[in-house]
Nanobody, 111 residues
Framework: EVQLEESGGDLVQPGGSLRLSCVAP????????MEWVRQAPGKGLEWISS???????VYADSVKGRFTISRDDVKNILYLQMASLKPEDTAVYFC?????RGPGTQVTVSS
């Protein structure tokens, strides 16, 4: 069974930056449409970005201009570069192909 695993979450001050990574041994990201979603405390899952097999990218309005999704096809790693972080970005972040996701990585934005 394919296991996705996110990493890179941390406590960061407002305005700061983080880069999240997603790895999945035996799973080739460039052959799948991949997404990043997040879940804030007490809330449901929120889609924030997708990268398609043709490398097109889309973003939720809440993160557009601040977050960048990317994929390293050589290393087979999915990334989410986050900048200008806000307290409302605090959440557990997951990578997913729509069918499966990892355990998530916690991002906390607080001063």
């Amino acid at each position: 069974e394919v296991q996705l695993e996110e990493s890179g979450g941390d406590l960061v001050q407002p305005g700061g930056s983080l880069r999240l990574s997603c790895v999945a041994p035996g799973f080739t990201f460039r052959f799948r449409n991949m997404e990043w979603v997040r879940q804030a405390p007490g809330k449901g899952l929120e889609w924030i970005s997708s990268i398609y097999t043709n490398s097109n990218k889309v973003y939720a309005d809440s993160v557009k201009g601040r977050f960048t999704i990317s994929r390293d096809d050589v290393k087979n790693i999915l990334y989410l570069q986050m900048a200008s972080l806000k307290p409302e970005d605090t959440a557990v972040y997951f990578c997913t192909d729509g069918d499966r996701r990892g355990p998530g990585t916690q991002v906390t934005v607080s001063s």
